[in-house]
């Protein structure tokens, strides 16, 4: 029952930056891996990026060297730091438990680069 409230999002031009936050209501991160997932338009929703309890992190290829996945165990906080963003990394962003989202999804925050 633990509530996840995505922030950060907006509209950039590409090769913009932006830093996404995910806040718990509970204190989850300290003993559960992490993820952002993003979900395009007529597209599945897919994990970009992990860290785990022990903060190894993961990162799908397309934004590999570009993202960085982070997280404030005391603030119940997890972020995403976005650099050199692409009109492909449109979307709208969730965070959630990884790589098994069990928990009730956010609303997500938007995400739009335009060229």
């Known amino acids: 029952q633990v509530q996840l409230v995505e922030s950060g999002g907006g509209l950039v031009q590409a090769g913009g930056s932006l830093r996404l936050s995910c806040a718990a209501s509970g204190s989850i991160f300290s003993i559960n891996a992490m993820g952002w997932y993003r979900q395009a338009p007529g597209k599945q929703r897919e994990l970009v990026a992990s860290?785990?309890?022990?903060?190894?992190?993961t990162y799908t290829i397309s934004v590999k060297g570009r993202f960085t996945i982070s997280r404030d165990n005391a603030k119940n906080t997890v972020y995403l730091q976005m650099n050199s963003l692409k009109p492909e990394d449109t979307a709208v962003y969730y965070c959630n438990l990884a790589p098994r989202a069990f928990l009730s999804w956010g609303q997500g925050t938007q995400v739009t680069v335009s060229s």
């Open positions: 860290i785990t309890s022990g903060d190894s992190t």
